[in-house]
T-cell receptor, first 115, second 112 residues
């Protein structure tokens, strides 16, 4: 069964520093990978996705993610963090070989950016 | 603007009562989903529907029921059989294959 793991419950970074939120996946077949962000008491907002093509995917709000097939990872990155980036981040995977559009989510990583 | 509307935003229920959470989308998406979110557990799939008049159980369907009579609507009923219903409920939809989900803003259900 497909799954994703987010090994860090929380990531702390100072404003202006680069940030990385980690995600590894396990799926049979070709993965479709997603990152979402959630602000308090809100739904999830789409950041970016990897389907095929370049391993470096650029998304919303200056975020990017690097797909690494050999390490089965899809880490979220941003060169310079903002305090407003503080939120809960979810990685998700969908196995496109199943024909069913179910997303499986990680447990989430809370990002705290300090001024 | 196109999107998903969930209502109400906050809902309080007495033990033993059934409650229905509304989810409406105007994105012309075929597939719709209900997830439950609890702290530290991520999102867990309750039910999903890929077309009108068809729906399937997700990973934690016990104590819940759904209907899909219209493409735009996918209401979720939390029944009295659900042992621990207090949670944040999220509705989502998706259209073309390969696309991501669009989420509603959620309903926070509290049992009092």
């Amino acid at each position: 069964a497909q799954s994703v793991a987010q090994p860090e419950d929380q990531v702390n970074v100072a404003e202006g520093n680069p940030l990385t939120v980690k995600c590894t996946y396990s799926v049979s077949g070709n993965p479709y990978l997603f990152w979402y962000v959630q602000y308090p008491n809100r739904g999830l907002q789409f950041l970016l996705k990897y389907i095929t093509g370049d391993n470096l995917v650029k998304g919303s709000y200056g975020f990017e993610a690097e797909f690494n097939k050999s390490q089965t990872s899809f880490h979220l990155k941003k060169p310079s963090a903002l305090v407003s980036d503080s939120a809960l981040y979810f990685c998700a995977v969908r196995d496109m070989n199943t024909g069913f559009q179910k997303l499986v989510f990680g447990t989430g990583t809370r990002l705290l950016v300090s001024p | 603007d196109g999107g998903i509307t969930q209502s109400p935003k906050y809902l309080f229920r007495k033990e033993g009562q059934n409650v229905t959470l509304s989810c409406e989308q105007n994105l012309n998406h075929d597939a719709m989903y209900w997830y439950r979110q609890d702290p530290g557990q991520g999102l867990r799939l309750i039910y999903y529907s890929q077309i009108v008049n068809d729906f399937q159980k997700g990973d934690i369907a016990e104590g819940y029921s759904v209907s899909r009579e219209k493409k735009e609507s996918f209401p979720l009923t939390v029944t009295s059989a659900q042992k621990n219903p207090t949670a944040f409920y999220l509705c989502a939809s998706t259209g073309a294959l390969g696309g991501g989900y669009t989420f509603g803003s959620g309903t926070r259900l509290t049992v009092v």
